[in-house]
């Protein structure tokens, strides 16, 4: 069984940052984009930052350019996102993300993500 696991999430002050891990098992890992998405209650879930399957492109979120980066270990089958600056609208269950270019697609449990002071 695909299995995507997320781990990272917590509390955390406005300014200070996270690490989220998602590790894959169960399928090819290095042959699928990776993204986060995050959602908060009674919105969509958001695209927040996705990196291709070698990892030589990126892109993120206008909202967290400059203070989030992806990235991924395809030896360990894990991606990351590293939050720095983290803001109180940053709050939310974040997602990790396995897309196929076929279109088969895989979604973590999610893992919540808060801001406060």
């Known amino acids: 069984q695909v299995q995507l696991v997320e781990s990272g999430g917590g509390l955390v002050q406005p300014g200070g940052s996270l690490r989220l891990s998602c590790a894959a098992s169960?399928?090819?890992?290095?042959?699928?984009?990776m993204s986060w998405y995050r959602q908060v209650p009674g919105k969509e879930r958001e695209l927040v930052a996705a990196?291709?399957?070698?990892?030589?492109?990126?892109n993120y979120a206008d909202s967290v350019k400059g203070r989030f980066t992806i990235s991924r270990d395809n030896n360990k089958n894990t991606v990351y996102l590293q939050m720095n600056s983290l803001k109180p609208e940053d709050t939310a269950v974040y997602y990790c993300?396995?897309?196929?270019?076929?279109?088969?697609?895989?979604w973590g449990q999610g893992t919540q993500v808060l801001v406060s002071s």
């Open positions: 993300n396995a897309k196929h270019p076929s279109g088969r697609a895989y």
């Open positions: 169960r399928f090819t890992f290095s042959s699928y984009v």
């Open positions: 990196i291709t399957s070698t990892g030589g492109s990126t």
